[in-house]
């Protein structure tokens, strides 16, 4: 037998890999930290993604890997798929494209797990611990991938927004398929070598996906799809210890951690328990009477034109405008940045408050703003931009509904009150640019409507955006 040469023998021993893992993990890191600020997202993106590389030809190197044709397709649908899909998505459906990704994760580690419980013959002569994380795994990644499925579902209004559920019986039926999954996973582990038990196993898993995001309303499904997102992090961790991957160990520990503080971020941003979230029960149920209690004025609505609009903002000393997701329906970025320009040119002081959820996905509404070339120091988070509002001479509101609803703060029967908003209402006077007065995610009429210092411009934001402009290069 010829022994293989030294340098191929170097490049694929453990050392050498376990070296290229490590290079990997320190630019996962890294890359995370530079998602923290929209200066940075770009090149943390970038450094994350040659760490992913860097991880994945390391698992290539393995003498062990085989079936290189198989591999080879899997890396060239994958890239069809994933490359287009990428590109084409719409910033208004990076929500739902999001959910999708992570479901695909979370359908990918729940068959790894089946493919291993069946080349090991039922996890016979397979150590308890593996059999156990291979089994973890399996749970909550068909937990994931059709929890992500339906949230996929509900974003894109193929499925309906509203809670979907068995109402007071909804959280027993959630009990008995966790304890049916559990119970499965728990007969596989003590020796029962049955796939019909490990199938059973993968529906009560399914089944269980389904049912606690159903019962969600559209209002907290970006909270939902964050703890998924951490459910497949969690998950792949598990499977890479199954199967000895350290890249899978440490990218799918880094997902579940961040995705856990992004979900209870979130969470607090909007004045929910995860609990109550898992719940179900908030948002998509159509309006109601939100604008009770908003005094004398309830009922009533100014509306406005461009021309009055434009008036109003050429002889402020102080804007703010305030983006939500029907400016990012509208595409209405650069029209914005246009009509920024034209008040600067006459020294009115320009600023953006952004709230954390706004767009339904943090940082949604800043990758936006910043695809128009608006300045960073221009973007004023809530904790920010709230003490400003009351020396603020007009604030602009674009599509944004339930996050500057005052009924978050004076309405205690409120679904909302409690939740942190951005508080517009200080303004001297507020302009609302919206297609209609049909409610937010919440299903919530918006109590700033009827405010005596609202006034209502009716429209596409990009087009009502645009004329506030064109009207005002005329003053």
Sequence with gaps: ??????????VQSQS????????????????????????????????????????????????????????????????????????????????QMVALFNGVGGGAVFLISWAEFR???????????????????????????????????????????????????????????????????ADIAAGDQSEAIFIGMLLCAALLGNAVVLPIGGADMPVVISMLNAFTGLSAAATGIALNNPALIVAGMIVGASGSILTNLMAVAMNRSIPAI?????????????????????????STTAADAAI?????????????????????????????????????????????????MPGHMNVLLAEADVPYDQLKEMDEAN??????????VIGANDVTNPAAKNTPSSPIYGMPILEVADSHSVIVIKRSMNPGFAGIENELYYDPKTEM???????????????????
Excluded: C
């Design 1 to 10: 037998m010829i022994a293989p040469p030294l340098a191929t023998s170097w």
């Design 16 to 95: 050498f890999r376990d070296v290229l893992y490590i290079i990997a993990f320190s630019l996962f890191i890294q890359g995370l930290r530079g998602l923290a600020g929209p200066t940075t997202a770009v090149r943390g993106n970038r450094i994350a993604a040659v760490g992913m590389a860097i991880a994945v030809i390391a698992t290539f190197l393995n003498p062990q890997e085989g079936n290189w044709g198989l591999i080879a397709l899997g890396i060239a649908l994958g890239t069809a798929v994933g490359v287009p899909a990428a590109r084409q998505v719409k910033m208004t459906a990076m929500p």
């Design 119 to 185: 080349l090991t013959g039922g996890f016979a002569h397979t150590a308890t611990y593996i059999t156990v994380f291979s089994l973890f795994a399996a749970i909550v990644g068909s937990v994931s991938f059709w929890g992500s499925n339906i949230a996929f579902g509900k974003l894109q209004e193929i499925i309906p927004g509203r809670p979907i559920s068995f109402g007071s019986a909804q959280q027993i039926v959630n009990l008995v398929l966790v304890i049916l999954a559990v119970a499965a996973g």
């Design 278 to 302: 898992i719940a179900g029960g908030f948002g998509g149920g159509g309006a109601v009477a939100g604008a009770e209690g908003a005094g004398e004025h309830a009922g009533t609505v100014r």
């Design 312 to 360: 109003q903002l050429a002889y402020s000393n102080r804007v703010v405008i305030v983006p939500g997701y029907g400016m990012a329906v509208a595409q209405a970025q650069h029209a914005v940045r246009e009509l920024t320009k034209e008040l600067e040119k006459r020294g009115v002081e320009v600023s953006y408050a952004i709230h954390p959820v706004a767009g339904r």
């Design 387 to 396: 003490p400003e509002f009351a020396r603020t001479d007009v604030s602009l």
């Design 457 to 475: 411009l009716f429209g596409d934001a990009k087009s009502a955006v645009s004329e506030i402009t064109a009207e005002l290069a005329q003053i």
